[in-house]
């Protein structure tokens, strides 16, 4: 099946700072990538949608100049958390989808720590 | 009201039962329908998608019920490697592939 990768795997910041996750198809061409976030014990909550060369789409109450993504090719989109806050702190996990189906796969997921 | 609900559970059954989980959606424009599986601390892993026929993968089976908005997953003859968190997912027309998570149900099988 597809591959998806996500890097890091885990980071821990100090609040302020700002990190940035990759999130890479290996094995195909994602025309379409879509970046989680899930809170302990709940499920994932879709932050935005982002199509290889254009801006992405921010879901409500996703604060689009916090959370950064840029998809500049078909194998990679990534996701910057800026000024980090520790309610930030969550498990982020991106998929991407070729567009020929309905099926998305999905990245081993990030997770974020912000102290 | 979420759009996807599902009883979050756990369901805590003996090896080798058989558990049905069950899921309801609001939006009547929903046009895909999806069981994930996910582990603690991992991401989700599509397990099946689900037809309106229904459909069979194994010892799990998948029905969908379009006109009460319903979709169910049946888990026969359980083991231990099956304990983890099943999402429903939903994904709607006309909306970019988008999918929306149910909050899951957390499965656990015990000796």
């Known amino acids: 099946g597809a591959v998806v990768s996500q890097h890091p795997s885990w980071v821990i910041c100090k609040s302020g700072t700002s990190v940035k996750i990759e999130c890479r198809s290996l094995?195909?061409?994602?025309?379409?990538m879509f970046w989680y976030r899930q809170f302990p014990k709940q499920s994932l909550m879709l932050m935005a949608t982002?199509?290889?060369?254009?801006?992405?789409?921010?879901e409500q109450g996703v604060e689009k100049d916090k959370f950064l993504i840029n998809h500049a090719s078909l194998t990679l989109s990534t996701l910057t958390v800026t000024s980090a806050h520790p309610e930030d702190s969550s498990f982020y996990i991106c998929?991407?989808?070729?567009?020929?189906?309905?099926?998305?796969?999905f990245g081993p997921g990030t997770r974020l720590t912000v102290l | 009201r979420k759009e996807v609900e599902q009883d979050p559970g756990p369901f805590n059954v003996p090896e080798g039962a058989t558990v049905a989980f069950n899921c309801t959606y609001s939006?009547?424009?929903?046009?895909?329908f999806f069981w994930y599986r996910q582990d603690c601390r991992k991401e989700p892993k599509l397990l099946m998608s689900?037809?309106?026929s229904g459909n069979e993968d194994g010892r799990f089976t998948a029905q969908l019920n379009r006109a009460s908005q319903y979709i169910s997953l049946l888990i026969r003859d359980s083991k231990l490697s099956d304990s983890a968190t099943y999402l429903c997912?939903?994904?709607?027309?006309?909306?970019?592939?988008?999918?929306?998570f149910g909050g899951g149900t957390r499965l656990m099988v015990k000796p």
């Open positions: 998929s991407a989808s070729s567009g020929e189906t309905d099926t998305q796969y």
């Open positions: 094995d195909f061409q994602a025309t379409t």
């Open positions: 982002s199509n290889e060369g254009s801006k992405a789409t921010y």
């Open positions: 939006n009547s424009a929903s046009q895909s």
């Open positions: 689900v037809y309106s």
């Open positions: 997912v939903v994904s709607r027309r006309n909306a970019g592939n988008m999918l929306t």
